[in-house]
């Protein structure tokens, strides 16, 4: 690596001086953040360094449904081992990625997909540090699968990356047949529950500069899913936060919100299917 280069070591020990917590080592795949300081060499993948591949693509599955509500925990949505799943998204030069849309879904606790409401589905935006934290439960297992979380990602104007995460130590995880081992979370337990770390990397082009200070661009905020946003049609506007259904017109086409969100320049309707959808 030259020395003009940065590394997500280097990143990351911008992000703790900036007050970003450190999160904490488990079992499985080792995340290079998570060894940074401790003299041993940054394990498999997920591990970001200046041209690594980006997090795998894995299979959609049968139960994703659109119009997921906008929210970081879905601990509360019924019983089971309460899990923490945290980390970042970063591109291809390891530069923490803002804005980043991830919408995760998952089997209760019995290993029942919501069909018909919500229930265990949720997503929610990567912080100014392109920092995540997901509130949930463990996955119940189902027949022909091991543990997992299925969870779409989209960069702000980038095509969708749809994948899955797996947990250590799971008898299943040899006989299945979707199973792989780069998608293991670090996975410890905390008290009665767990905590999960992972780091995504996605195909988008960065070049690093001399320092690795996050650019600033908001954060996007949670908007109401009970009512209309204001105006609930007319031309898209970057900065106004739309719900699921809203209709705008952007350069004399016409589009319908299919998620609702905080636009941000960079996610005109043409740009973000996973947000708009063309009528």
Not at 19 to 35: C, E, M, S
Request: hydrophobic content about 30%; overall charge neutral.
């Amino acid at each position: 690596m030259s020395d003009g280069m940065i590394s997500r070591k280097t990143v990351l020990k911008a992000a703790a001086a900036l007050g970003a917590a450190p999160l904490l080592i488990g079992g499985g795949v080792a995340l290079a953040r998570d060894q940074a300081g401790a003299g041993r060499t940054p394990g498999l993948t997920p591990e970001c360094h200046d041209g690594d591949d980006p997090t795998i693509e894995q299979t959609e599955g049968p139960y994703f449904k659109p119009d997921s509500p906008l929210r970081s925990s879905m601990a509360g949505d019924g019983p089971g081992t309460r899990l923490t799943v945290s980390g970042y998204v970063f591109g291809r030069a390891c530069w923490p990625i803002p804005g980043v849309l991830l919408d995760f879904w998952q089997a209760d606790d019995g290993g029942t997909y919501d069909n018909s409401g919500y229930t265990f589905r949720g997503h929610q935006f990567s912080d100014a540090n392109g920092a995540f934290r997901l509130d949930t439960i463990v996955p119940g297992l189902y027949p022909g699968r091991t543990r997992h979380i299925h969870v779409k990602l989209q960069a702000p104007g980038r095509p969708i990356l749809t994948t899955q995460l797996y947990f250590p130590g799971e008898p299943r995880n040899s006989t299945d047949t979707i199973y792989d081992a780069r998608l293991l979370m670090n996975v410890r337990q905390n008290g009665p529950g767990r905590e999960g770390t992972f780091d995504f990397v996605l195909d988008v082009p960065q070049t690093p500069g001399p320092t690795p200070t996050p650019t600033a661009t908001p954060t996007p905020t949670a908007t109401p899913t009970g009512g209309p946003t204001t105006p609930p049609s007319g031309s898209w506007a970057a900065g106004r936060s739309y719900n699921a259904g809203d209709r705008v017109t952007y350069s004399g086409v016409s589009y319908v919100c299919l998620q609702a969100h905080t636009a941000l320049v960079g996610w005109e309707p043409p740009n973000v299917p996973a947000l708009w959808r063309r009528v």
